[in-house]
């Protein structure tokens, strides 16, 4: 009996190895849950600079531009935000081009590294000259050479504070979370473009093509398909009004998705003030919303902003032009500025 009750009780040591073994069996198996989980999810949402591991992770940064005086101007600055980041440590940027759908050359050919493209048949914009973006990247691709393996899809107005990583993983390519770009809330309309037998709705990103940092050869599949998508839902008046000046967005984000290609979403891959009032870890400043002050210096949104810009012969020598305008019906006056003078400083 007493031989038996010795040998019914564990001891100490015993138990405690058996807790840490349980314990570290029940970590390793959540961990490789959570990491099926994770490699099996369509999007991915990162926060913090990451580089793709690539061995030949440089990107090409293009944008596309016309030959009007303000997109020259943009492209003038965002150039010269880019020679000055290119070769910090931690970049992966590649050469640059500005992809010039005017169709004929300009007077900024010989200042940045530009391909020149063709618009669009005349009136097949029907004067939403985004359209000419997914057209004058399909020219691109196919006449240009192109080194890198990788392409960022940039804007003019976009400026670069920081050297940028490949944030693509593969070909899995990095966009950025646009809050205005909701699919789910357009379904009836998306449907038109992205059938049931697709996927779910829920399956197109909320993104645009910019800012894209995705495969060579993966654009080269979508971007036909961007062009068709886009000239179909100009050509639907209900997708039209749905979708307004964001039009050629959407039509990218199902294009992706038609292709089966979902994108790691980073919010730190750009900021648009005024909604975000801090550089912080993000890359790129996008200026496409104007900037108000009021007499007590709170900045806000103002859908009709005046700015009066002029440059010199070098853009890092802006001259900028202060407009002060009145409210109608208040006491409040609008303070219109530009960034670019404190940043070029």
């Avoid at 020679?83 to 169709?103: A, E, N, Q």
Wanted: aromatic content about 12%.
């Amino acid at each position: 009996m007493i031989v038996r009750k010795h040998m019914g009780r564990a001891s100490p040591i015993l138990l405690l190895l058996l807790a840490f073994g349980f314990f570290f069996a029940t970590y390793n198996l959540l961990t490789m849950i959570i990491h099926n989980k994770a490699s099996n999810l369509g999007s991915w949402v990162v926060d913090g600079v990451k580089r793709s591991g690539e061995l030949n992770s440089k990107f090409h940064v293009a944008l596309t531009a016309t030959d009007a005086p303000y997109s020259q101007w943009q492209c003038r600055i965002m150039y010269y935000w880019y020679k000055k980041v290119k070769d910090m440590p931690g970049s992966d940027m590649g050469k640059f081009t500005r992809i010039l759908h005017s169709g004929i050359p300009d007077k900024l050919m010989e200042e940045i590294p530009t391909f020149v493209v063709d618009p669009l048949p005349e009136g097949l914009d029907r004067g939403y000259v985004v359209l000419n973006r997914p057209w004058a990247f399909v020219q691109w691709l196919e006449k240009a050479t192109i080194e890198e393996e990788y392409i960022l899809m940039a804007e003019p107005d976009h400026i670069f504070v920081k050297p940028l990583p490949n944030l693509a993983h593969g070909i899995k390519p990095a966009g950025f979370p646009f809050f205005y770009i909701k699919p789910a809330e357009h379904e009836k309309v998306i449907r038109k473009f992205y059938p049931k037998e697709s996927g779910p709705v829920t399956d197109i990103d909320p993104i645009g093509n910019s800012p894209v940092i995705i495969k060579k050869s993966l654009l080269e599949e979508i971007a036909p398909t961007w062009v068709n998508v886009s000239l179909r839902m100009k050509d639907d008046p209900e997708t039209d009004k749905a979708f307004g000046w964001v039009l050629e967005m959407y039509a990218y984000a199902v294009a992706s998705a038609l292709h089966g290609v979902q994108h790691i979403l980073r919010k730190d891959f750009m900021l648009q003030p005024p909604w975000d009032l801090e550089v912080g870890e993000n890359i790129i400043i996008h200026y496409t919303y104007g900037c108000d002050y009021n007499l007590k210096v709170n900045m806000h949104l103002s859908l009709s902003l005046s700015v009066c810009v002029a440059y010199h012969r070098r853009p890092d020598c802006l001259t900028v032009i202060v407009s002060v305008t009145p409210c109608r019906g208040s006491r409040t006056y609008y303070l219109s500025i530009f960034y670019t003078k404190v940043l070029f400083t």
